[in-house]
Nanobody
Framework: QVELVESGGGLVQAGDSLRLSCAAS????????MGWFRQAPGKEREVVAI????????TYTDSVKGRFTISRDNAKNTLFLQMNSLKPEDTAVYYC????????????????WGQGTQVTVST
């Protein structure tokens, strides 16, 4: 089992920045990739960014490219999402997820999930 705990969400204004963190514990040695997903009210959960745990290769959804940066600290088993130039459409619950099978872009490819952290961006 892998436990994931997100932090860093909040209420900000458009144009502001936030940094999300995800602390992983448990059997983290099996982790092959991690990702940030988000879910807005009435919408499906969607991928935001993913990173391979060993090589650090990253992929972003088009809507956040150039604004968000995913990174990880392997020694501390922590995942980050730096979010700059936030927009109201970024408002959602953000989830951290871990995969033992490799990097993927769909929720079913991830085995473990955090409880989520709310990000609200006002105009």
């Amino acid at each position: 089992q892998v436990e994931l705990v997100e932090s860093g969400g909040g209420l900000v204004q458009a144009g502001d920045s936030l940094r999300l963190s995800c602390a992983a514990s448990g059997r983290t040695s099996r982790t092959r990739a991690m990702g940030w997903f988000r879910q807005a009210p009435g919408k499906e959960r969607e991928v935001v960014a993913i990173i391979t745990w060993i090589g650090g290769s990253t992929t972003y959804t088009d809507s956040v490219k150039g604004r968000f940066t995913i990174s990880r600290d392997n020694a501390k088993n922590t995942l980050f999402l730096q979010m700059n130039s936030l927009k109201p459409e970024d408002t959602a619950v953000y989830y951290c997820a871990a995969s033992t099978r490799g990097a993927g872009f769909t929720t079913r490819q991830y085995d473990y999930w955090g409880q989520g952290t709310q990000v609200t961006v006002s105009t």
